[in-house]
């Protein structure tokens, strides 16, 4: 009498089942290969977003540096250029009134501890995708994006309103000048918005210091090397 009991079989080399097994083994292990360089991957891009932070970052501020504002602001110009007169987008070049006197009277340790005040006066009080970036000394500069020239002027003024009011508490209080310059208006070059930006820059800085009853200076050398774009790539 057969017995009605299924008997186990044996899947034996060469069989169409075990070609099956070792298929499916092959596979596992590529999977977990192709895991393991997915991971080592991922581990490689995480240490190349770090460098690349650390290339473009301002290690005082935590602010973009001037390599990137000068890479940024040149994507904008040629975006602008590209979509015409319909596109909209300014610079503001900002720079601490006295700064070297600040220096000079409560140390460098306190001058630090001002330009990382306005690199996170800056960060608080502009636009969530404006740019502002700290390119060098007691310079700052900032990407508008979509910003007309007339939709500069209130930004700029709320942007002083709030400093005046933060000074009330400070006891070192910050004064910043402040000029603006804007695409199309402005539409010859990165250079030629930047040099219209500095000059009002110094225009304003010239301002507040007649209000105060001094005397400001004014260097022809000194604003052209501000404003030179150097070589990024």
């Excluded at 034996?12 to 097994?21: C, D, E, L, N, V």
């Excluded at 000029?179 to 539409?187: L, R, Y």
């Excluded at 219209?196 to 050398?221: C, F, H, I, L, N």
Aim: proline share 4%; charged share 30%.
């Amino acid at each position: 009498m057969k017995s009605l009991m299924p008997t186990k079989k044996t899947v034996t080399k060469g069989t169409p089942g075990a070609a099956a097994a070792m298929g499916a083994t092959d596979l596992a292990a590529e999977i977990a290969r192709l895991e393991r360089q997915n991971l080592a991957l991922k581990r490689a891009i995480g240490r190349l977003q770090v460098y690349r932070a650390m290339a473009y970052r301002d290690p005082l501020t935590g602010l973009w540096n001037r390599r990137y504002f000068e890479e940024r602001l040149k994507e904008e110009f040629s975006r602008s250029r590209r979509a015409g007169a319909g596109r909209r987008f300014s610079v503001a070049i900002i720079d601490i009134n006295g700064f070297k006197e600040i220096n000079d009277e409560h140390g460098h340790q306190a001058g630090d501890v001002l330009l990382r005040w306005v690199g996170e006066f800056l960060n608080s009080h502009l636009r969530t995708h404006d740019v502002p970036c700290r390119t060098g000394g007691d310079e700052f500069m900032v990407l508008l994006p979509d910003l007309s020239a007339d939709d500069c002027a209130p930004v700029i003024a709320r942007l002083r309103e709030t400093l005046a009011k933060a000074n009330e508490g400070r006891t070192i209080p910050v004064r910043l000048s402040i000029g603006t310059a804007s695409w199309p208006e402005v539409p010859q070059s990165c250079e030629k918005i930047l040099e219209t930006a500095d000059a009002a820059m110094y225009a304003d800085k010239r301002a507040q210091k007649a209000a105060a009853g001094g005397v400001p200076r004014t260097s022809e050398g000194t604003r052209t090397s501000r404003i030179r774009m150097t070589e990024v790539g």
